[in-house]
């Protein structure tokens, strides 16, 4: 019978040669992960049960991300959590500051997350490693505890939509805006226990770290996954990183979708989401100067090296707008040698931007950059619900890097060929 | 489990941000999550709320985070239930894996509003609304996830099955 590569994939690790959409099926897990905020409560589920040692100490990887380098004391115990139990244990995969990265960003250029893959975090943007071809969906802390006493999880089996994007993107418009974009259509419950399937010309030509930012808002749909089928990019990325063999699955021809939208990209503007939803999407050339008191450019959805040379090309020359802060947050210590070698530093650092070590830090307001009753901030981000960076009478705008680049120098909101 | 309380009524959309700020994520402290349950929403809630009272909200409830705090703040807050339109896909996995009662019912939630009395029969997935002596009845809780409550939650069911495993082997 024809499938989903979504479909295929779980038939694989259900060790079925089908199933369909709806069904409850058990699965093998061949990667887990959890964080500084949710990876306490599971380990205390784990010992609670009564678990004695974890399904594969290869397998799973503990990432203090969120509230790291240490916030508060508060946080700097829960962060102790996940180093002791990672010791107790043995895990292989612990990163500690210094080596570590925003977890999404991290585990894919580590080559520990791959095509064909289940990958359960307890995180919602897990859903990120989609675009390598993998099912990736984010749990709470008792579904990681339970994968990581026996390495399975079930789920209901979800009908796939399928999202073609045709045409040419101009530039300064890439995979951020062509999420948004899709969010701003559907809606923030659009993809609601749905699997997104990303396809077309215009994805077929995106390079990896556009489709990471594009699967990595599936979620914001309400997506359980966002899928992009594995090519040659792919090979690219994952052939020097995987440590240990992957797989490329492929929807069959003949797949049955819940549903197909297409669009023609080839006239969209850079893409903008309004308080408080991210369904709240706007071209950026359809907005009134709204002024800003910070840019946040980095985050598991735009903190990679190309979001930092998209930057760079906007800030080059420039100055940070004197009634704006600009923090810019490389997603792993790899990608922030990288920007470091290329130079990128020297022009941030000219422009009078900051650069901090990786840490997911103001995206969710938890430290590194909040705001203030009032303020308002244009972000690479994924969320801008109320309160997500700071005051609950605070602002957050969604854009890609160029976009918050370019109005971290003009001070309002603008389109990149603005500055 | 039957359960009798006032609820309060939320729109769409209820964020895990709204339910629990990440703020107050440097603990899982029950006592301390259920101090901010829904601040800021409402600054006051968590001091209104009594126990047994229920949540009603609209469509995708819970959207956003994978935070298990948010479950946990609404039933450490004294919260009997949620009652919703639909729920987002994590937060309906968590609240099981919690032992916290979700339904879903749109027809329920459209002439409900805050302060209304509220009595719901989770066996029977019956709602009603003493208020305005209204009856519904809410879609029923798929057997498998009967299961996994009549274990006790997600914990209770995998050691039942490891200790099925164990006598197995």
Not at chain 1, 47 to 54: Q, T
Not at chain 1, 180 to 199: C, K
Request: proline share 5%; net charge negative; charged share 25%.
């Amino acid at each position: 019978m024809a499938m989903t590569m979504s479909e295929k994939i779980l038939a694989r690790h259900a060790g079925r040669s089908e199933l369909h959409p709806d069904e409850l099926i058990e699965v093998n897990v061949d990667f887990a992960l959890g964080n500084d905020i949710t990876a306490p409560l599971a380990i205390e589920a784990f010992r609670s049960a009564g678990a004695k040692k974890v399904f594969d100490t290869e397998r799973i990887a503990l990432i203090p991300d969120h509230f790291t380098p240490n916030k508060d004391i508060a946080s700097a115990m829960q962060a102790k959590i996940l180093r002791e139990f990672s010791r107790e244990h043995q895990l292989t995969h612990y990163y500690e500051v210094g080596r570590m990265g925003v977890e999404h960003a991290l585990l894919p250029e580590l080559g520990l997350v791959l095509p064909g893959d289940v990958v359960i975090g307890a995180d919602s943007h897990t859903c990120t490693y989609g675009a390598l071809g993998a099912f990736a969906t984010g749990v709470g802390s008792t579904d990681l505890a339970a994968v990581m006493m026996r390495g399975k999880i079930w789920f209901k089996v979800p009908p796939t939509m399928k999202f073609v994007y045709r045409g040419k993107r101009r530039k300064w418009v890439g995979g951020k805006d062509l999420i948004l974009y899709t969010i701003g259509q559907i809606g923030v419950d659009g993809a609601r226990y749905r699997a997104m399937e990303f396809t077309g010309e215009v994805i077929e030509s995106l390079p990896m770290s556009h489709r990471f930012a594009m699967s990595n808002m599936a979620i914001e749909a309400g997506a359980k996954v966002g899928l992009i089928a594995p090519d040659d990019i792919t090979e690219a990325y994952v052939k020097e990183r995987a440590r240990r063999p992957y797989e490329f699955v492929h929807s069959d021809a003949d797949a049955q979708y819940e549903s197909v939208h297409e669009w023609d990209v080839s006239g969209f503007e850079p893409m903008v989401a309004l308080p408080h939803l991210p369904e709240n999407v706007r071209p950026v050339t359809e907005l009134d100067e709204i002024p800003i008191h910070q840019a946040v450019i980095g985050s598991c959805t735009n903190g990679r090296l190309d979001d930092l040379r998209e930057a760079a090309e906007v800030l080059k020359g420039n100055k940070v707008h004197p009634g704006v802060r600009c923090l810019i947050i490389p997603a792993t210590q790899h990608i922030y040698r990288e920007a470091m070698r290329e130079g990128l530093f020297e022009i941030f650092l000219d422009a009078e931007a900051a650069v901090s070590t990786p840490t997911c830090g103001p995206c969710l307001g938890g430290h590194m950059g909040i705001l203030a009753a009032g303020e308002r901030a244009v972000a690479t981000t994924n969320r801008n619900f109320v309160g997500r960076m700071g005051h609950p009478e605070s602002e957050v705008y969604l854009s890609n890097a160029a976009v918050a680049a370019a109005s971290a120098v003009a001070g309002v909101i603008v389109h990149p060929d603005r500055v | 489990m039957q359960f009798k309380g006032k609820a309060w009524k939320f729109g769409d959309d209820v964020d895990t941000d709204a339910i629990i700020p990440a703020r107050y994520l440097n603990t899982s402290d029950p006592k301390v999550l259920a101090q901010h349950c829904m601040e800021d929403a409402d600054p006051q809630f968590a001091s209104k709320v009594a126990a047994g009272d229920v949540i009603v909200a609209g469509k995708n409830f819970g959207c956003g985070s994978s935070r298990e705090h948010a479950p946990i703040a609404i039933k450490a807050a004294g919260l009997s239930c949620v009652i919703a339109h639909s729920f987002a896909r994590i937060f309906y996995r968590n609240a099981f894996n919690m032992g916290l009662p979700i339904l879903e019912c749109p027809e329920a939630i459209e002439s409900m509003a805050t302060g209304d009395e509220i009595e719901v029969d989770l066996d029977q997935g019956v709602i009603i609304n003493h208020t305005r002596n209204e009856r519904y009845q809410a879609q029923a809780v798929p057997p498998f996830m009967q299961r996994l409550l009549q274990a006790g939650g997600l914990m209770a069911y995998v050691q039942e099955q490891m200790r099925d495993e164990l006598t197995k082997s």
